[in-house]
T-cell receptor, first 113, second 118 residues
Framework: KQEVTQIPAALSVPEGENLVLNCSFT??????LQWFRQDPGKGLTSLLL?????REQTSGRLNASLDKSSGRSTLYIAASQPGDSATYLC????????????FGIGTKLQVIP | DAGVIQSPRHEVTEMGQEVTLRCKPI?????LFWYRQTMMRGLELLIY????????DSGMPEDRFSAKMPNASFSTLKIQPSEPRDSAVYFC????????????????FGPGTRLTVL
């Protein structure tokens, strides 16, 4: 059974700092890995999707890396802003006849102005 | 497109009552997922539909939970009878990914229904 762990559970940083969120998964036979953002009382928004054959993806100030063999991914946020405050979830997808996604609990990020 | 639509956004009910949550997926998407989110367990997949057919319901906690998808634009998740431990946020998501792994695609989430069972 796929298990996804995210560390840390919560993080508070001053505005402008670069930061790294970590995700680890137990079954390396993944199809892809996604990072989502969740704002309070809202649904999830996809930030970056990395296919299993890729090593990283970038979007603006966000960079996600994937090391499938070691079962790890990181989400790097450069020059953090208060608007980045949210919960970030890591999700891994297996293909078991369909796109079965397992989510981590998330990292709650607070960027202090 | 309006995105995935869920109703109601909030539901407060008493133990033993029937609860029905509703979802309208994005038009053209053929995959629909129901998830439950709690502080302790995070997001858990309850059931997955492909082309209106339930494919994997192994995450449905017990017989009190049932889900239907009568057509491509509507799905319901019903809890009968409801219990306090069912209190959670229930999300519906849809995607255009094809079964069998022909193509993967991101899942688009609705805003969720926050259920409180007293």
């Amino acid at each position: 059974k796929q298990e996804v762990t995210q560390i840390p559970a919560a993080l508070s940083v001053p505005e402008g700092e670069n930061l790294v969120l970590n995700c680890s998964f137990t079954d390396s036979a993944i199809y892809n890995l996604q990072w989502f953002r969740q704002d309070p009382g809202k649904g999830l928004t996809s930030l970056l999707l990395i296919q299993s054959s890729q090593r990283e993806q970038t979007s603006g100030r966000l960079n996600a890396s994937l090391d499938k063999s070691s079962g790890r991914s990181t989400l790097y946020i450069a020059a953090s802003q208060p608007g980045d405050s949210a919960t970030y979830l890591c999700a891994v997808m297996l293909l078991v006849g369909y796109q079965k996604v397992t989510f981590g609990i998330g990292t709650k990020l607070q960027v202090i102005p | 497109d309006a995105g995935v639509i869920q109703s109601p956004r909030h539901e407060v009910t008493e133990m033993g009552q029937e609860v029905t949550l509703r979802c309208k997926p994005i038009s053209g998407h053929n995959s629909l997922f129901w998830y439950r989110q709690t502080m302790m367990r995070g997001l858990e997949l309850l059931i997955y539909f492909n082309n209106n057919v339930p494919i994997d319901d192994s995450g449905m906690p017990e017989d009190r939970f049932s889900a239907k998808m009568p057509n491509a634009s509507f799905s319901t998740l019903k809890i009968q009878p409801s219990e306090p431990r069912d209190s959670a946020v229930y999300f519906c998501a849809s995607s255009s990914g094809l079964a069998g792994g022909a193509r993967s695609d991101t899942q688009y989430f609705g805003p969720g229904t926050r259920l409180t069972v007293l």
